[in-house]
């Protein structure tokens, strides 16, 4: 039988390495910052596929995991390449279609290299990412905003946005807009809250305290923002999964339950597109919304193959209403895809989010004990540092307000 290489777990440390410091990186830097350096973290998780492929290739037997949930999620980012073709502003797009391809690619490393006797690592980058985040975002509220108020150059802050935002006491962390800040602590925190529950009995005392301690601060940072769509959301992954939880093991029920809260979902959009429950009659923050998501539909009923990443900006001034709301996003993820990409694009969105919650739902064999080594826990430590530092020197995260 053929020998491993030596050289094999070294590539697979480095893979594991330098996609940990990518993505963390990301998550410290602002989305409003340059395309070279958005560029290139998404280009550190191509780098990072490649080690581990070398990685791989040098073992006497490769074991590959693949999902049919990456079929869609494939095309998908494979038909944002595509519309860099039609997209009036070319940069800005390449950057867009990277950023999709590399979450791609990023679906494919989580799978093969954390994969699930390594969940515990995929854990640890999510606790200690929303730990230094939202910890930055208290110190926003208490101290940064003060303090550059203070600055005699506060008065010549670039734009009304950026002013308002100074003057504001919501916080946005690391990212640009305080609802981002938001959406990824509503994304993270129920997982995080799920992970902590199910792990409280076999942690020590001092894993607990941080670990609670990081879902404090969390829900903090997620009041200091001040987005009411944040808590709904959160309040909607709560009852989601506490519905999952309590139906472990009566899938009839969970079923029912599930399905119950579809149709109830559904009949919200309904009632939204009938007009009870329009947009414009939910208060001032919704009307403005819908001023943009109606430029939305009317820019994807001419387009029905997309616009091209990143050209609703371009398309917006010909299609808003009377109202005069400026605006360079559709405020909406998934009327932004559909703007971009169509309606191909949005329905390949759609049947990943649909077999992804089909995976989740699932029941089969329990998952197999995480599998540490010793030398995984400095990995994770080194990639963290670096990634500060990275983040620190390219984009002066931390500081850039």
Not at 63 to 75: E, N, T
Not at 294 to 304: G, R, T, V
Request: net charge positive.
């Amino acid at each position: 039988m053929e020998s491993e290489s030596k050289l094999a777990p070294l590539l697979e440390q480095a893979a594991l390495f330098i996609v940990m410091t990518a993505v963390l990186a990301r998550w410290w830097v602002s989305g409003s910052a340059s395309p070279g350096i958005n560029t290139f973290f998404h280009l550190l998780i191509l780098v990072g596929a490649m080690v581990w492929l070398l990685s791989a290739a040098l073992r006497p037997k490769w074991v590959f995991r693949i999902a049919w949930s990456a079929a869609p999620l494939c095309l998908f980012s494979l038909m944002g390449i595509v519309s860099v073709m039609w997209a009036s502003f070319r940069l800005t797009a390449i950057e867009h279609a990277l950023a999709y391809f590399s979450c791609f690619i990023l679906f494919l490393l989580v799978l093969n290299v954390f994969g699930p006797e390594r969940r515990h690592l995929t854990d640890l980058l999510l606790f200690s990412a929303v730990f230094s985040i939202s910890i930055y975002a208290l110190l926003q509220r208490v101290w940064i905003l003060e303090y550059v108020r203070s600055l005699p150059e506060a008065a010549l802050f670039q734009s009304p946005e950026g002013r308002a935002r100074l003057m504001s006491n919501e916080v946005f962390g690391t990212f640009h807009y305080p609802n981002a800040l938001a959406g990824f602590l509503t994304l993270t925190m129920p997982l995080l809250t799920g992970s902590l529950l199910a792990s409280w009995k076999h942690l020590a005392m001092i894993p607990r305290i941080l670990k609670a301690s990081t879902l404090l601060s969390g829900g903090a940072a997620l009041a200091l923002t001040g987005s009411k769509g944040g808590w709904m959301a959160t309040a909607v992954a709560g009852i989601v999964f506490a519905t999952l939880a309590l139906t472990r093991h009566q899938p009839r029920l969970r079923r029912i339950l599930l399905g119950t809260g579809l149709a109830a979902g559904g009949g919200l959009v309904m009632l939204m597109i009938a007009g009870p429950l329009a947009p414009a009659k939910l208060g001032r923050s919704m009307q403005i919304r819908d001023v943009y998501w109606s430029a939305s539909i009317k820019i994807a009923k001419d387009h029905p193959l997309g616009v091209g990443l990143d050209n609703f900006q371009e398309y917006y001034p010909q299609y808003r209403s009377e109202v005069q709301q400026e605006v360079t996003k559709a405020h909406n993820d998934y009327l932004q895809v559909l703007v971009e990409t169509g309606f191909p694009g949005l329905l390949l969105l759609l049947l990943f989010l649909a077999l992804i919650l089909r995976s989740a739902l699932a029941t089969g064999p329990p998952l197999p004990p995480p599998s540490v080594t010793p030398s995984e826990r400095p990995v994770l430590v080194v990639a963290g540092i670096v990634s500060i530092l990275l983040a620190s020197s390219l984009a002066h995260v931390f500081l850039d307000l």
